[in-house]
C-alpha cells in the first residue's frame, strides 16, 4: 500500500503559477505510475498529466498542454504538478493517484491509491 498526501494548493490570480507535491508513503515510489487528476464542482473527475512507473511515458490533457508539466523525485517519494499560466477554468480541487507497475494511465480506474485532494481556485 502507499499513501497520498497533496499540498501546494492555494488562491491565485490568472497567469500566475502553482506547484503541487504529492508526497508518497509505505512502499517504493519509483515503482509507481502517477497521475494528476482535477475535479471542478458540479462536473466529474478528469484527467490532468501522468507519467507511468518507469517516467518513460507522460501523458497530459489538451486543456493543460504546454502550461502544465508533471515532475517526480523517487529519493524523496514526491510527485509535483508545475501549474503555470494559470487560468479560472483550471479552479478544482487536485488530486494525485499512484498505481503501482502503471502506465501514464488518463481514466480513473487505472489507479488505485488517491490522495484527499487539495483546492486550487483561480481568480480572473
Known amino acids: 500500500q502507499v499513501q497520498l498526501v497533496e499540498s501546494g494548493g492555494g488562491l491565485v490570480q490568472a497567469g500566475g503559477s502553482l506547484r503541487l507535491s504529492c508526497a508518497a508513503s509505505?512502499?517504493?515510489?519509483?515503482?509507481?505510475?502517477m497521475g494528476w487528476f482535477r475535479q471542478a464542482p458540479g462536473k466529474e473527475r478528469e484527467f490532468v498529466a501522468a507519467?507511468?512507473?518507469?517516467?518513460?511515458?507522460?501523458s497530459y490533457a489538451d486543456s493543460v498542454k504546454g502550461r502544465f508539466t508533471i515532475s517526480r523525485d523517487n529519493a524523496k517519494n514526491t510527485g509535483y504538478l508545475q501549474m503555470d499560466s494559470l487560468k479560472p477554468e483550471d479552479t478544482a480541487v487536485y488530486y494525485c493517484?499512484?498505481?503501482?507497475?502503471?502506465?501514464?494511465?488518463?481514466?480513473?480506474?487505472?489507479?488505485?491509491?488517491w490522495g484527499q485532494g487539495t483546492q486550487v481556485t483561480v481568480s480572473s
Open positions: 507519467f507511468s512507473w518507469s517516467g518513460v511515458r507522460i
Open positions: 509505505g512502499r517504493a515510489f519509483s515503482n509507481y505510475a
Open positions: 493517484a499512484a498505481r503501482s507497475w502503471g502506465s501514464a494511465g488518463t481514466k480513473t480506474n487505472e489507479y488505485d491509491h
